[in-house]
């Protein structure tokens, strides 16, 4: 059976990458604004919040997403508008809960001077900005769950305009960080009830349907929470190992040559929020042996795009370092090639753990992710003690090639059991 994808699914794909680069564009304006008009503090506040809300983004798209793409991918359509409005009633309900627990716990450290009245207040804006992007992100999630990201595209648009005219009119006011979560809050509010109008028109939704819908998901929800948060930890704990290791100089040069290859990641994480869904689809339609094919070529073929930007960008570094980054650093032509090394295993392990996934692995990818966590920053510390700064990333390069091997050898098992069962996995169905 061919594998080679169809028109209809690089259409989709290049929506999704679409997409992506332009949140992270808008993202990467609204910081640079920040970072150049306001004092370094108050963009560090900006940090903070920018970073709880993407966690629990991420929190929020590990738990539901994967419920919702099976649902969406072998249900009628009165059991998938059932599905969207239950999880969405009871998403609503256990986030305002939360903010409101987390709005009454706030209220004793600023009676007691534990938080300064404008500590306070950001942290209600950064409560609010939570509130209403899980509102926006959840919509989002659905569209992208349809397959349909051109439609999700538009209201994106909208989104990005409000959030970086926020942002510079946010430069302009005596509490910029404040401000800009507040612009911030209210794009992805206005983002979200476009993207629920759009939902509402492709197929709607049932308020009453689904009835403790997120209970019966959380078995598998949960591991993918667990996974998810661990995720977390091994993509962002080698950077507090090297400060607490080396210095703060040495995070720099890792940064700054880690931001050259952003690209590089804006693929593969413009193709993951499309990718899911179609391997839940293609389960249906191909054996499991077909899919993991097809994975094996679309991870073959990022690798191959981004070793392309590679070898450009390097041709170019001198220049870029001089005119854009405008800084030295040492080590800085190891350290790019690492980064490079890593950010294309990255683009292979973002494709293939999504058979594993579309098949309801969550256990067992969470203790993979759990190893490969553990592996890979126990290595950066011994690596760092022997290397400096350029362990630090050959310890996230061993982490990365041990997850690849760890979820090419979870997609090798469901092949297996495929083969001994003669139909793919139960959950996939």
Avoid at 240 to 254: E, R
């Amino acid at each position: 059976m061919p594998v080679r994808p169809s028109r209809d699914f690089l259409q989709k794909i290049s929506g999704a990458v679409l997409s992506q680069a332009l949140l992270s564009g808008g993202n990467f304006l609204v910081g640079l604004m920040l970072i150049r008009r306001t004092p370094h503090a108050q963009y560090g506040f900006y940090v903070l919040i920018i970073t709880a809300v993407q966690l629990l983004t991420q929190l929020q798209l590990s738990f539901i997403n994967p419920a919702l793409v099976r649902c969406l991918a072998v249900s009628d359509r009165g059991k998938r508008r059932e599905f969207v409005g239950g999880a969405y009633r009871e998403q609503q309900r256990w986030v305002l809960v939360a903010a409101i627990a987390a709005g009454v716990g706030l209220l004793p450290l600023w009676y007691f001077k534990v938080l300064d009245s404008a500590s306070t207040l950001i942290v209600l804006a950064a409560l609010f900005t939570v509130l209403t992007t899980l509102y926006r992100e959840y919509f989002r999630m659905v569209l992208l769950a349809y397959r349909v990201p051109l439609k999700a595209i538009q209201a994106d648009v909208i989104y990005v305009a409000m959030l970086c005219g926020g942002a510079f009119l946010a430069t302009l006011t005596d509490a910029p960080a404040r401000t800009a979560a507040l612009t911030l809050g209210i794009s992805a509010l206005v983002g979200g009830w476009l993207l629920s109008g759009m939902v509402r028109r492709h197929e709607g939704w049932v308020s009453e349907g689904a009835p403790h819908v997120l209970r019966e998901i959380a078995p598998f929800g949960t591991w993918a929470v667990i996974g998810a948060a661990i995720h977390w930890t091994f993509a962002q704990g080698f950077i507090y190992i090297v400060a607490g290791t080396l210095s703060v100089n040495a995070v720099a040069a890792v940064s700054a040559t880690r931001l050259l290859l952003m690209p590089v990641n804006l693929m593969s994480s413009g193709l993951g929020t499309m990718t899911f869904p179609t391997v839940s689809h293609w389960l249906h339609q191909h054996p499991v042996n077909d899919v993991f094919k097809r994975l094996s070529l679309l991870a073959a073929g990022i690798a191959g795009m981004g070793a392309i930007y590679v070898v450009v960008m390097w041709f170019f570094r001198d220049w870029i370092f001089i005119n854009i980054t405008k800084g030295q650093f040492e080590h800085r032509d190891t350290l790019l090639l690492l980064w490079s090394g890593i950010f294309l295993l990255m683009g292979v392990r973002d494709q293939m753990l999504y058979l594993p996934a579309a098949c309801g692995r969550y256990r067992i990818m969470a203790v993979l992710t759990l190893a490969t966590a553990a592996f890979s920053l126990v290595t950066c510390y011994v690596c760092m003690r022997m290397f400096g700064v350029v362990g630090a990333l050959i310890g996230v390069l061993s982490g990365e090639a041990f997850n690849i091997l760890g979820f090419i050898l979870l997609s090798l098992r469901e092949i297996a059991i495929a083969k001994r069962d003669g139909h793919a996995p139960e959950y996939a169905q």
